[in-house]
């Protein structure tokens, strides 16, 4: 499952996933654009691609996403955590009511899917949770100041539950073209050994 994957690097990913037969869940707003997103991903014969609308800032979002997944395709294997980005701004001008609401969106309801897909991962000794964040986890980006807080709290948060029986990686992208879907430039933290021995199970 891809979040945020209509549009952007959140769609590179899913075809990307696609491409290599992996069925696809896509998630996002605008259900006309998912629907024609997942239709030029199974015209391709590879993987294929289901989606649903959701919103990351609804309260009830990851248990309705949850359940949904489950019921669909009987759980994740492979969840990638891609969220927007708050507007640019200085840090000495974060309001607390853009503070809670932005944490709302980018952390807690991250935070609070993966806690309910995870325990499926452990039970049959395999998974991958992929977080998107962005280069400013590793140099702050000047008049980024929301985001760069929100998303070095999730840093904090991957690397605690790398250690807890998944393999927990983030992709931090510096500057890429939307366009031409390409990344300038990619780093991830590194995957546990024991984890990479464990055999993946065939895509449903």
Request: aromatic share 2%; net charge positive; hydrophobic share 45%.
């Amino acid at each position: 499952m891809v979040l945020a994957s209509s549009r952007g690097l959140g769609r590179s990913i899913a075809e990307a996933l696609a491409a290599e037969g992996v069925r696809v869940m896509l998630t996002g707003r605008d259900a006309n654009v998912l629907q024609d997103t997942a239709a030029q991903i199974n015209a391709r014969g590879a993987g294929q691609a289901e989606w649903v609308t959701v919103g990351l800032s609804a309260p009830d979002f990851a248990a309705k996403l949850a359940d949904h997944v489950r019921a669909q395709m009987g759980g994740v294997d492979i969840l990638v955590n891609n969220t927007g980005g708050p507007k640019p701004g200085a840090a000495r001008d974060i309001e607390v009511a853009e503070l809670m609401a932005q944490a709302q969106a980018m952390v807690a309801s991250v935070i609070d899917l993966t806690g309910r897909l995870i325990p499926d991962m452990c039970a049959q000794g395999w998974g991958r949770v992929l977080t998107v964040a962005s280069s400013g986890i590793e140099q702050p980006i000047p008049n980024l100041a929301l985001p760069n807080t929100l998303r070095g709290a999730l840093a904090g948060w991957n690397k605690t539950l790398a250690s807890e029986g998944v393999t927990c990686n983030m992709l931090l992208p510096d500057r890429f073209n939307r366009r031409h879907r390409w990344i300038h430039r990619v780093r991830d933290t590194p995957r546990k050994p024991a984890d990479d021995r464990r055999q993946h199970p065939s895509p449903p």
